[in-house]
């Protein structure tokens, strides 16, 4: 005997709707779903959602459990998670080729696998399900990140949510941090009349804003003692930031640094960038692939009165050049070619690398090499385990803070499944910056695809 649970929740950007597909012809009385949670964290509009939906097979036979999401293109979906009965089963992010391949086999076989797959010109489809033995339960935890676009003068989160019965626990939680502060902020749902919508909960301050929408099983239900959910559409943020005040920004997209360098509406304060290279042996193959793809991108947003220069390190540490250069088209033609020429080597350093980047900046400063009225960065480029030199994390993340003392902002890309991905994002927070993972097997390609439509599009931007 079969039954079928589908649930639908997503938070992707204005436009990318598809049509759901349930199955209506398959009774799933016996599949309790008694908890739907979305919450979407979103940073300087990138936005990192965790879904997690909890069923209950109340039946007295083991039966098929299904868990199925669209889920916009753009996303990248970082982790998947089954826990059945207490156990956990963590699922590999592959990428998409190989993983359909895997997929076929692991069916033919009998195993549990889920898959993305097009459903759409812009939707993509996640499925997976899992034959669940009489009264066990089953958690599905599935995370995707995605860069939000503007358009129309705002950006738009939407959820859209379909549970198709009463949940005992409904909760939709969106967290926004803008750093340029908000300039509106407003929650719609097209399943909710005026009244209901008293019922989500929104505070907003400068630069925060918490939206949240926990309706209880009556306030779910569409009358009185009726079975049916009122829960049936989207749920809508839509946002603006504060124009104004923008600087030089940075914006991170799906493991790429994405680039605000030129808001539209002010003359922008110039930037200095030291790039960090890891080219450590570990780095071989598509991660080192991945870091130049990465420094490509990047380069193409520098402007011409911005500076930059390029630390290469392992055991030990190369500069390009001794100082900051101008990010002319004839300087970043000649870092190009150096980048190119990176071979992995050696172990990492990763203390007094960002140590010689912190002193470049300065020297800059000091020797009037560069404007005086700039913007400092740094952005590391790892797949650090520091395993030379200074190899204590602890004292790395106090010795960086201190040489950097408020005055740079450092950016963090950890490369690869083996990253010592906290320490990054510790460290990142700490200076003013952010972190942010690659996974090896992911899809390369259609990352830096990616890159190109929330840089360029001046209306993106405007
Ligand atoms: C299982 O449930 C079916 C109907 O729901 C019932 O007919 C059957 O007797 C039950 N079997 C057992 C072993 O409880
Ligand atoms: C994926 O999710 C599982 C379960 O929540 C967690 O244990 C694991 O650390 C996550 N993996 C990553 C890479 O975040
Ligand atoms: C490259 O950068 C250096 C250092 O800022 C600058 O002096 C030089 O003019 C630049 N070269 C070109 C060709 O733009
Ligand atoms: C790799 O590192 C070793 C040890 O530091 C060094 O002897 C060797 O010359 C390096 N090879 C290259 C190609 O840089
Ligand atoms: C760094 O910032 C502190 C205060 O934020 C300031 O006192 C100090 O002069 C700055 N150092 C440099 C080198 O700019």
Known sequence: MWSVVLLWLSCVPAGLQAAAVYRRDVPHQKVEVYSVTLDCTVTSRFAHTVMTSKALNKANSSQEIFFDVDLPKTAFITNF???????????NVKEKEKAKKQYDKAVSSGQTAGLVKASGRKMEKFSVSVNIAALSSVVFTLTYEELLQRKLGHYEILTRVKPQQLVQEFKIVVNIFEPQGLAFVEAEASFLTNDLLLLVDKTVTDKK????????????RTCPGCEGSIID?????????KREKSLGEIQISNGYFVHFFAPPDLPRVPVNVVFVIDRSGSMSGIKMQQTKEALKAIFDDLHEE??????????????WRKYLSKATQQNITAAQSFVKRIKDNGSTDVNSALQEAVKMLKNGHRKNTIPERSTDMIILLTDGNPNSGESS????QKNIQAAIAGNMSLFCLGFGNDVDYSFLDVMARENLGLARRIFEGSDAGLQVQQL??????????A
């Open 81 to 91: 998670s089954m826990e059945i009965d207490g156990q956990l089963y963590v699922g």
């Open 306 to 319: 911005d500076h930059f220069a390029l630390i290469i390190f392992d055991n030990k540490i190369i500069k």
């Open 393 to 396: 994390i602890p004292v790395i």
């Open 233 to 241: 559409g989207d749920f809508i943020i839509k946002y603006d930031v």
């Open 452 to 461: 190109q439509s929330p840089l360029l599009l001046p209306g993106n931007l």
């Open 209 to 220: 804003a918490h939206i949240s929408f926990t309706p209880t099983l009556e306030q779910q």
